[in-house]
T-cell receptor
Framework: QKEVEQDPGPLSVPEGAIVSLNCTYS??????FMWYRQYSRKGPELLMY????GNKEDGRFTAQVDKSSKYISLFIRDSQPSDSATYLC?????????????FGQGTRLTINP | SQTIHQWPATLVQPVGSPLSLECTVE??????LYWYRQAAGRGLQLLFY??????ISSEVPQNLSASRPQDRQFILSSKKLLLSDSGFYLC??????????????FGPGTRLLVL
């Protein structure tokens, strides 16, 4: 079983829809959770960073963490064609000098105008 | 502000040839540095990380090696490339700040095709 599971998609939705992206994980030592957005042929860019269970909002993006269920989500409201990208979840534990991240496979999202 | 550079952006190499990919970070000191490989349609695989000059940790046995000759320079190398080395190579940096809040920032990547 992989440490982090993420549905690779592809996911295609119309412009303006609410998008829900999800990851599950098996390692209860994970304490910090991130979402990265990666446009085609580019490096990933950090979108959201969360620590505690609950919701964190930033503009049209909301990150949700449920540590009891080992489940994290990213919601995109009023989706735009410019949101079309691959979204990667990532997580890490609290120990270790290099703070290694474990990534999900990534979900490819297309927003249709 | 910090910036991270990678070059070359794209590389096509024959099997058996050597490889050298370079990554440099500006605007920060003593960063942690990372090399990842991303195969088509797959997640990121951590190859190497470094917490300081000359300190390299390898995550998976492979045909590649890494070096950190300077504080903000990270090099990925191979003596003889294999077909399976093809992929998108990403360099990342991070800083351990107070409270262990630390995240990684990625470079633009190098696309390597081994023929």
């Amino acid at each position: 079983q992989k440490e982090v599971e993420q549905d690779p998609g592809p996911l295609s939705v119309p412009e303006g829809a609410i998008v829900s992206l999800n990851c599950t994980y098996s390692n209860s030592a994970f304490q910090y959770f991130m979402w990265y957005r990666q446009y085609s042929r580019k490096g990933p860019e950090l979108l959201m960073y969360t620590y505690s269970s609950g919701n964190k909002e930033d503009g049209r993006f909301t990150a949700q963490v449920d540590k009891s269920s080992k489940y994290i989500s990213l919601f995109i409201r009023d989706s735009q064609p410019s949101d079309s990208a691959t979204y990667l979840c990532a997580m890490k534990g609290a120990l270790g000098g290099a703070q290694k991240l474990v990534f999900g496979q990534g979900t490819r999202l297309t927003i249709n105008p | 502000s910090q910036t991270i550079h990678q070059w070359p952006a794209t590389l096509v190499q024959p099997v058996g040839s050597p490889l050298s990919l370079e990554c440099t970070v500006e605007g920060t000191s003593n960063p942690n540095l990372y090399w990842y490989r991303q195969a088509a349609g797959r997640g990121l695989q951590l190859l190497f990380y470094s917490v300081g000059i000359g300190q390299i940790s390898s995550e998976v046995p492979q045909n590649l090696s890494a070096s950190r000759p300077q504080d903000r320079q990270f090099i990925l190398s191979s003596k003889k490339l294999l077909l399976s080395d093809s992929g998108f190579y990403l360099c990342a940096w991070s800083l351990l700040t107070s409270g262990r809040r630390e995240t990684q920032y990625f470079g633009p990547g190098t696309r390597l095709l081994v023929l």
